[in-house]
């Protein structure tokens, strides 16, 4: 059974930094994309960065120059670094790893809450 776990979320004022991380375990390919979703308030779930084997990165548009996705050394384990955080950051925000377009799995959600 593929689990993930997510961590590093909590409540900061705008400006400020949170680090979340995200650990997966179970088998696993070798070739995934394990990426972070939010869903805010009122809102449906989206993308807001991803990131593959290879290292290849993308980022929803509202997150560019803010957020970094990268991989850690352990395997399976992703990181999201959030900078300059802003009050529409708010959300559950929830990892995601995809095998492919039909199995892909994820963690239970943590919060961010970024206060004005």
């Known amino acids: 059974q593929v689990q993930l776990v997510e961590s590093g979320g909590g409540l900061v004022q705008a400006g400020g930094s949170l680090r979340l991380s995200c650990a997966a375990s179970g088998s696993i390919a070798s070739l995934n994309v394990m990426g972070w979703y939010r869903q805010g308030p009122g809102k449906q779930r989206e993308l807001v960065a991803g990131i593959t084997k290879g290292g290849s990165t993308n980022y929803a548009d509202s997150v560019k120059g803010r957020f970094t996705i990268f991989r850690g050394n352990a395997k399976n384990t992703v990181y999201l670094q959030m900078n300059s955080l802003k009050p529409e950051d708010t959300g559950d925000y929830y990892c995601?790893?995809?095998?492919?377009?039909?199995?892909?799995?994820w963690g239970q959600g943590t919060q961010v809450t970024v206060s004005s």
């Open positions: 995601n790893l995809k095998e492919d377009y039909r199995t892909q799995y």
